[in-house]
């Protein structure tokens, strides 16, 4: 399987910036479409962006176009979300996830995910 852990996440106030790194296993990773998803309390994890295999293409949900940056750096098994413009309802636990090579939009389509890292942003 591919084992991928999230880390950056923390407390910052509206406006401020964040990034968020996934650190994958094993030395397939380019053969993976990823993706960051978000989920608050109560809720339905929700798309963010999502990233080609190569990094070629990338798309980002309307709701953070423009703020955040979805990244990959292959030679090392990271993909990233740079989180620039925080606004207070970006708050949510944030989840890396890989899919076999298509990139997605959809959670249920992905395969592999991690732990998640929380993100909160104050007012």
């Known amino acids: 399987q591919v084992q991928l852990v999230e880390s950056g996440g923390g407390l910052v106030q509206a406006g401020g910036s964040l990034r968020l790194s996934c650190a994958a296993s094993?030395?397939?990773?380019?053969?993976?479409?990823m993706g960051w998803f978000r989920q608050a309390p109560g809720k339905e994890r929700d798309f963010v962006a999502t990233?080609?295999?190569?990094?070629?293409?990338?798309y980002h949900s309307d709701s953070v176009k423009g703020r955040f940056t979805i990244s990959r750096d292959n030679a090392k098994n990271t993909v990233y979300l740079q989180m620039n413009s925080l606004k207070p309802e970006d708050t949510a636990v944030y989840f890396c996830?890989?899919?076999?090579?298509?990139?997605?939009?959809?959670?249920?389509?992905?395969?592999?995910w991690g732990q998640g890292t929380q993100v909160t942003v104050s007012s």
């Open positions: 996830a890989a899919r076999s090579r298509i990139v997605s939009v959809t959670p249920d389509e992905y395969t592999y």
């Open positions: 094993g030395r397939t990773f380019s053969n993976y479409a």
């Open positions: 990233i080609s295999r190569s990094g070629n293409y990338t």
